[in-house]
């Protein structure tokens, strides 16, 4: 019997299957709002059993990429319920991304009196695209002080209030991929002298401070967490004290009680492998669910389920590309490939028009 395929539990609730929808920028929420087109893009897949929203900004300043969406809006709020009614008409749970991306930005994708906010001033290598003018560098951030960090924990605990009356099962805390909660934990971007600043319990403290938050809004059973320790996405550079660093976090997360995990592997994009010695790690210090995510397919995601290695496992471009993956997997079928070039452009092709097997 197929391990996949099986109904689970993830905290209170219950999943259909083991097989999540990883979080995708897709870029069509136009003016950051949720709209008719995400609705169907969604429910298509939700014979999943955990979706994932795209990251969904909790603030204004979060607002890094083009068409983001946000959830710090009366009408973002509003656009994300019948979201949740057609994802959970079709029987899947659907938490959303909480996706703060800190310096990752340019404020031409920002609104007025939005502020490039960082643990400190320095700037990320690369380019960030705009609308208006195309490939931009990344700004140099403003430092966060101690009352902007109060502030913005406040803004992950009003977000995380939010997608609850949005009609979501929970949260999941982008702590990944070189956005704003990772780049207090990483020392090439948090290069502060004070308590959030210096040893791991210091870089540690905001992601922490953010996850306490969000379980006093909501409670720990809906509240998830994304990590990439050896991501080195976003100018996010490996550093000796990785895995030791990642191993406290976990600890850390666990004494809280979160509900899970997700842990994303990149090197099926190029990145370095996850070591197999920091999966058993973080499996051995959390004691509640483990998502794996990175490059599977239906045969190694059964493996390593029959392994025990993880309680759920997520993919990303297989069900972008096909809304019906989990029949295309239990059958064997061929899958439709992903069409890179209408990722993250706007409008309907490449995001509502991949056929399923009955088209």
């Not at 870029?27 to 429910?43: C, F, G, H």
């Not at 019948?82 to 609104?111: E, T, Y």
């Not at 605990?157 to 956005?179: P, R, T, V, W």
């Not at 090439?188 to 210091?202: A, F, K, L, P, V």
Request: net charge positive.
């Amino acid at each position: 019997m197929s391990l996949l395929f099986s109904e689970t539990v993830l905290g209170p609730l219950k999943l259909q299957n083991r097989l999540v929808m990883c979080p995708l920028t897709r870029s069509r929420a136009i003016d950051n709002i949720p709209n008719v087109l995400m609705a169907q893009y969604y429910a298509q897949r939700a014979s999943v059993g955990l979706i994932i929203t795209e990251g969904t900004s909790p603030s204004p300043n979060g607002l890094g990429y083009p068409r983001i969406p946000g959830i710090f809006s009366a009408a973002q709020v509003a656009g994300w319920k019948p979201i949740n009614d057609a994802v959970h008409a079709k029987g899947a749970k659907m938490f959303m991304q909480l996706m703060h991306c800190g310096r990752i930005v340019h404020p031409l994708n920002m609104p007025a009196g939005a502020r490039v906010l960082a643990p400190s001033a320095v700037a990320a290598a690369g380019e960030m695209y705009t609308d208006a003018e195309g490939l931009k560098p990344h700004p140099v951030p403003q430092a966060m002080t101690e009352a902007d960090i109060k502030a913005t924990i406040a803004e992950f605990s009003q977000a995380a209030k939010n997608a609850i009356a949005a009609g979501f099962d929970g949260i999941e805390l982008h702590s990944a991929n070189g956005y704003l909660l990772e780049q207090f934990i990483r020392p090439n971007s948090n290069q502060r002298t004070d308590r959030y600043g210096g040893t791991i319990e210091n870089r540690a403290r905001f992601v922490l401070e953010v996850a306490e938050a969000v379980i006093g809004a909501i409670g720990k059973d809906r509240v998830g967490i994304r990590l990439s320790p050896f991501g080195v996405f976003n100018d996010m550079p490996l550093y000796a004290a990785m895995e030791a660093d990642y191993t406290y976090l976990a600890q850390q997360l666990n004494a809280r009680g979160l509900v899970y995990i997700h842990l994303v592997d990149h090197s099926p994009q190029g990145a370095p492998p996850v070591p197999d010695s920091m999966k058993a790690a973080i499996r051995k210090e959390f004691k509640r669910a483990l998502i794996l995510s990175g490059g599977y397919d239906a045969a190694r995601a059964e493996r390593d389920l029959a392994a025990g290695k993880c309680d759920l496992v997520a993919v990303g471009r297989p069900v972008l590309a096909n809304p019906d993956l989990v029949t295309r997997w239990k059958t064997g079928a061929v899958l439709n490939a992903p069409d890179s070039t209408t990722f993250y452009t706007p409008g309907p092709k490449g995001y509502v028009d991949y056929p399923a097997m009955n088209a």
